[in-house]
């Protein structure tokens, strides 16, 4: 019965960890940004830099323009801030909505729950930047987990251990008398 309480708890922990998102809010329709928004596929990662495919560039209405504005077809590197290229995936294609940075063009990552601009899926859902999505966080999770689990089946063999002993004393002293 006890070892029962125990696995509905790590299930219920064990269920509670392992969401990648808190939700998602789709801007797709919302303006993303002042000076325009480009669809592209991310090919490389390099420090805070992200080198994207461009399939369609659709600039802002009435916002500032950026200088040299994405071409389709052609490549073009966007510098991210605060470390928010931690969050994007190479292979995976996001709508870009771009700034004239220091160095060229510049953006962020959009943050869920809010159309507050910069980079979202592709779809115009918001990347996923929730505690649970970062590597390190999801390792330490599943080593928790596994650490538990252990411990759930140690302390079941170790009861039905101490049962067994106890059946068999029971037994041997009602063979002796």
Known sequence: M?????????????AATTGTSCGTVDCSSSKIGDSGVFVGRLTSVHGDNATFSVESWTPARGGALVSPAPVV?????VEYV??????????????????????GLG????????????TVNANGSSIDTSLVSRPIVKRALRAFVLVIVLMLVLLAWITRRSHRARSVTTVSSEDAE
């Open 73 to 77: 077809g052609s490549t073009v590197v």
């Open 107 to 118: 953006s962020g990552v959009h943050t869920a729950n809010s159309c507050s601009g910069g």
């Open 2 to 14: 006890r070892t029962r309480r125990l696995l509905a708890v790590v299930g219920l922990l064990f």
């Open 82 to 103: 605060s470390n928010e290229i931690r969050f994007l995936h190479v292979g995976r294609r996001y709508a870009v909505s771009v700034f004239d940075g220091d160095h």
